[in-house]
């Protein structure tokens, strides 16, 4: 058995009594659980299992099964903030998604917290700035999945670049693309100087405070693409597309 904090990913009854349940924990990474009796009136788990809350879970772990146990649940922190505007709640459903696909391994945590940071600026937002803190959010995940773009550096000659050079941005080549290498990658985005600013801004686990609207909306469209290149393995991300879809 182990005890690790864990945040509630994605839910779901089962049978008459039980839930399973999706955590994203510090300790085991993002699994699958069983929480038995957990739909009964006085049940344990009381209202812990909550979407996006944080709590302590005790898990024991079944080493040849997908689906471990959740013997205890003591909630540390309920977002409930995240369900009172669509545009938080679409928003902390594509970071959640984003861990439940990519983020199986967690070593050392990193995963969970940057989750965590990320579930809590969203919950803090007024719905204008809900955008830019998830896409922020987001990249920090990515890189926290050791999928950090390259942004200072050119991504195939590893030649430095100047803060104020105009490059291009190449999915699959892994990011920033110097002027020569650019010509080489056919279909790469023009990646203007602020822009690249507020991509190492962001992935350094900063905010950039961006609210113009196609600004956003252009960074949510890089972002999906540069996931889809990376970590996707070819099913869609559906609450990424409804997110990038939604209101502002
Ligand atoms: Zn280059």
Redesign the pocket.
């Known amino acids: 058995m182990i005890q690790t904090e864990a945040i509630v990913l994605h839910g779901f009854d089962y049978r008459e009594t039980s839930r399973i349940v999706r955590l994203a924990t510090r300790e085991a990474g993002v699994v699958s659980v069983i929480a038995r009796g957990a739909k009964r009136p006085r049940s344990r788990f009381g209202q812990g299992l909550d979407l996006f809350t944080s709590g302590i879970a005790q898990l024991t772990l079944h080493p040849a099964r997908d689906l471990h146990l959740l013997t205890a649940f003591d909630a540390t922190r309920s977002r409930p903030a995240l369900a009172e505007s669509l545009a938080r709640f679409n928003a902390a459903s594509a970071l959640g998604e984003l861990c439940m696909r990519f983020g199986p391994e967690d070593e050392g945590g990193a995963i969970h917290d940057a989750l965590a940071a990320g579930l809590d600026a969203i919950g803090s937002a007024t719905d204008p700035e809900v955008p830019e803190r998830t896409v922020a959010a987001a990249w920090r995940l990515v890189t926290e999945l050791g999928f950090a773009p390259a942004l200072e550096e050119?991504?195939?000659?590893?030649?430095a670049l100047a803060s104020d050079e105009p490059v291009r941005f190449a999915h699959r080549a892994g990011g920033a693309?110097?002027?020569?290498?650019?010509a080489l990658a056919p279909g790469a985005r023009a990646l203007p100087p602020d822009a690249r600013a507020t991509l190492i801004t962001w992935s350094r686990g900063g905010t950039a405070a961006l609210t113009d609207l196609p600004t956003v909306r252009a960074h949510q469209r890089l972002l999906r693409e540069f996931v889809e290149e990376h970590l996707a393995d070819g099913r869609a991300l559906r609450a990424w597309v409804s997110w990038e879809q939604g209101d502002p």
């Open positions: 050119c991504a195939s000659c590893h030649r693309l110097c002027r020569l290498c650019a």
